[in-house]
């Protein structure tokens, strides 16, 4: 293998196929499915296949394929998969753009992980973050340009930090950023620039507020864009912080209980992200927009670990990053058949949808489980290394911020649980049919590595104690079934037995009394025999919460980011007012105009 | 307070560009620059690059205005480069103003000075505006800034007429059209003379209009594409109007 072999399969191979699913009609996000199945399957042959390749054409450019980039491409690959597979069967408008732009997005992607030089870097992350912007586009005009707005501005941060490295280093190379040219007072420009230009594309307080936004567009789009698109943030957090900078040149800073000082006010901004995100997301009636909050909030537990820097502490950040690109596109495409299914958004206006769509509920029941951190799911894992990162330093406003954080993601996952799939059937809903076939395969395709890395953690420790090892960051203690750390750790074969001597318990108990199905009304009503009455109480849901968090809820950033927009835009509305359309007024600028020019040259010439 | 603010916030990024500006050298000895290197020749002149433009210059492509010689003849790929940048903004401003709600604005009607005005100097406009990419290899301006006064001349006609609005489909032709030209042009060099955008026509007499081969041509076809663009910016800026 050599790098135009690699480049060619996974940045020109989706390149090709977007250029080819333009044309394809109807059967675009088919053909597009074939290009990434393809770019998928050199992926899994690959593996252990790793190489840097160093192309010097008048600049050096590197592209490296070594166990970082696979981990991420394996997200990658598997997300933008079946969310073009669930876009085979959802009718979308104009398809052959979607797939075209999907994959450029793709491609981006891919060369975002690959490059192991700004240049390309900088390349691949527009173009990724431009099509993004198109497909955002797709839905609605505003809604791109609060997207824009923001995705300019991370790239404006990037191009700073970059041309400061490339300043005193005059290479772009990752490598060479750390050849001891750069002074080490210029560092923590760098990394704040870098961090924060990666951390928009997570949504990272208060960078957050394009999100909610740009994702309540097309659901197979969103999918990927929160799966596998905002996992890129993450990859280059962690790539500036911990393979340009490097652990040692991090400490040097001064650490705060054994935290770097510049990692340390990051963590707390990834905690007060997780906090806000997860208290917005309980509040939220669009389920869209729940979702939405509930990936802000969830990244915020990434950016967390990324910012503490303990071995424990990255592998949790790369374990969740790696759930949630599993769950959370999984609980998207749910959220999508949903609305392909019933044409709603609002949870409140849903219900029991659970009987009519029952593999749907599955697949969203255990992506649930695991985005809750229920005990048995690989989401579990990873929140508890992270809590324990935090709790063995002590770190008093990251950790509980953290758990409160986490008990708010019961909170909006029962929201979903209950508004949407339990309770009373709506009248209007009874015809709701299943969602078709390649939807269903969609969502089982990302089901699959939950439940595995649920029960065998080990196989993705092994994975991600590779990173650390090759970034010289330190290695995680675990074995196939469990992980274990100075304070604990946790064991899943343990959990999985209870699990199954629990279940059998149950079944037996259930076998032994035989139960009888009651109608729901029968239950609720006691037999009485109304025509028709709502019992499905989703509406104006978590009120008495709402109302204790009042105070708090009264201030958003949401609202400061328009009211500083409003107060400018008034403020040149005053200067705009020059513009009379009096044509008096215009002659007497231009006298003044004249006069000016006349006074100044004849000060300059004098 | 508010104005005060937005005054202050426009002054700064007025200096922030100033800034840029005055970074760029101005008036100083040609000498200091590097010698000219000929890609093709393969032979490095005894003078820096502008002594050498300035020197050689009218030899080399038959063009008087120097400026010219340089974007449309030295430079001439990199000013392709340019212009598919000008489309590449004209696109990105149609998508950023791109809405699919489209509320119609209500636009007051302009006053008779404007209106009589601007039935009156639009011709006239257009004419100068064509002139001076006609003239871009004897004279100063070019295809850009012709472009831009062709852009203007519309622009007068959205200001005097709530109601005017200029055909995208058509727009988009002659700018397709042009846009096609210059690729032809550098493509039919390629095909004589090896070498894209090589100036294959006679030199003729320099200062006749004539004169100078592809370039009035290249230039004619960049003053016709940057209208349009221009005028394209100018309407999707404009809105939906009643």
Do not use: C
Request: aromatic letters at 16%.
């Amino acid at each position: 293998m050599d790098a135009l072999t690699l480049f060619g399969i996974f940045v020109l191979l989706p390149l090709v196929g977007a250029l080819v699913s333009y044309f394809g009609k109807k059967y675009a996000p088919i053909i597009a499915v074939i290009f990434t199945g393809i770019s998928g399957i050199f992926l899994y042959l690959w593996y252990g296949n790793f190489g840097s390749y160093t192309i010097d054409i008048g600049v050096k450019l590197n592209l490296t394929f070594d166990i970082t980039t696979w981990f991420f491409m394996l997200m990658m690959n598997t997300v933008i998969f079946s969310s073009l597979l669930f876009s085979v069967s959802s009718k979308l408008k104009r398809a052959g753009g979607f797939a075209t732009l999907m994959l450029l997005g793709f491609a981006g992607a891919n060369g975002v992980l690959l490059a192991r030089d700004f240049l390309s870097l900088y390349l691949f992350w527009e173009l990724m973050s431009w099509s993004i912007y198109l497909l955002v586009l797709r839905t609605s005009g505003e809604y791109a340009r609060r997207y824009l707005l923001f995705g300019v501005l991370s790239a404006y941060l990037l191009i700073m930090g970059i041309g400061i490295i490339y300043y005193y280093t005059g290479s772009f190379l990752y490598a060479d950023a750390l050849s001891g040219a750069i002074p080490h007072a210029i560092w923590p420009w760098i990394l704040t620039f870098l961090i924060l230009g990666f951390g928009i594309k997570m949504a990272i307080v208060p960078f957050h507020v394009w999100a909610p936004y740009a994702y309540s567009s097309e659901q197979p789009f969103v999918a990927f864009l929160s799966g596998g698109l905002s996992k890129l943030g993450a990859f280059g957090i962690f790539m500036s912080m911990y393979s340009i900078a490097g652990i040692s040149l991090l400490q040097s800073f001064g650490t705060f209980r054994g935290v770097s000082l510049m990692g340390y006010p990051f963590a707390l901004l990834g905690a007060a992200t997780a906090f806000i995100g997860t208290i917005l997301a309980i509040f939220q009636d669009d389920i869209r927009k729940l979702l939405a909050y509930s990936s802000i909030g969830q990244l915020g537990y990434v950016m967390i670990g990324l910012g503490l820097g303990t071995p424990l502490a990255i592998g949790g950040a790369m374990f969740h990053a790696f759930n949630h690109a599993f769950f959370k596109s999984l609980l998207f495409l749910g959220a999508g058949a949903v609305i392909y299914r019933t044409g709603k958004y609002k949870i409140s206006e849903m219900g029991g949808l659970g009987y009519r769509m029952p593999f749907t509920f599955m697949f969203v029941l255990f992506a649930i489980f695991a985005l809750a951190g229920i005990p048995l799911t690989s989401g579990f894992i990873s929140k508890w290394m992270l809590y324990e990162a935090a709790i063995s330093r002590k770190f008093v406003i990251v950790a509980p911020l953290m758990l409160i954080a986490s008990v708010g993601a019961y909170l909006y996952s029962y929201r979903i649980l209950y508004g949407v799939f339990l309770g009373q059937l709506k009248d209007e809903d009874k015809n709701v049919k299943e969602a078709p076939g390649p939807m269903l395969a969609a969502m089982f395709i990302l089901m699959v590595p939950l439940v595995i890395f649920s029960i065998v953690p080990g196989w993705i420790l092994g994975w991600i104690n590779k990173i650390l090892v090759e970034n010289g960051i330190g290695k995680l203690n675990y074995t196939t079934f469990s992980y274990s750390s100075a304070i604990g750790g946790a064991n899943m074969a343990v959990f999985w037995i209870a699990f199954i001597l629990l279940l059998i318990f149950a079944m037996l108990m259930f076998m032994a009394k035989k139960a009888r199905v009651v109608d729901q009304y029968d239950n609720y009503l006691a037999g009485e025999a109304p025509p028709s009455v709502a019992l499905h109480a989703a509406h104006n849901y978590y009120k008495p919460l709402r109302d204790t968090w009042a105070p708090l809820l009264k201030h958003s950033i949401d609202r400061a980011y328009e009211k500083f927009s409003k107060f400018f835009a008034g403020g040149f509305y005053e200067i705009k007012r020059i513009y009379t359309g009096n044509p008096q007024d215009y002659a007497a600028y231009l006298g003044i105009a004249f006069l000016a020019f006349l006074l100044v040259g004849w000060w300059l010439l004098w | 307070m508010k104005k005060a603010l937005a005054i202050v916030l426009a002054i700064l990024i007025f200096i922030v560009f100033a800034l840029a500006f005055v970074k760029i050298p101005f008036g100083e000895k040609m000498s200091t620059y590097p010698h000219y290197y000929n890609p093709i020749t393969n032979q490095t002149s005894n003078m820096s690059l502008p002594q050498h433009y300035l020197t050689y210059g009218k030899n080399d492509t038959g063009a008087t205005n120097m400026v010219t010689a340089i974007v449309v003849d030295y430079r001439g790929f990199d000013t392709l480069g340019e212009v598919t940048v000008l489309f590449l903004a004209s696109t990105g401003v149609g998508s950023l103003m791109y809405v699919e709600n489209k509320v119609k604005k209500k636009v007051r009607r302009s006053n008779a000075v404007v209106e009589t005005g601007s039935k009156l100097l639009f011709g006239f406009i257009i004419l100068f505006g064509a002139y001076i990419f006609i003239h871009g290899h004897l004279t100063p301006g070019g295809g850009f800034p012709g472009g831009a006064v062709i852009a203007s001349a519309f622009l007068l006609l959205y200001l005097a007429y709530p109601k005017f609005h200029a055909k995208h489909e058509k727009l988009s032709v002659s700018e397709s059209i042009a846009g096609l030209t210059f690729v032809i042009v550098g493509l039919i060099g390629l095909i004589i003379a090896g070498y894209f955008l090589y100036n294959f026509l006679p030199f003729g007499l320099p200062t006749y209009l004539f004169s100078a081969g592809v370039i009035p041509l290249i230039y004619v076809a960049i003053g016709v594409k940057v209208g349009s663009e221009l005028t394209a910016i100018v309407d999707s800026m404009m809105g939906v109007r009643e």
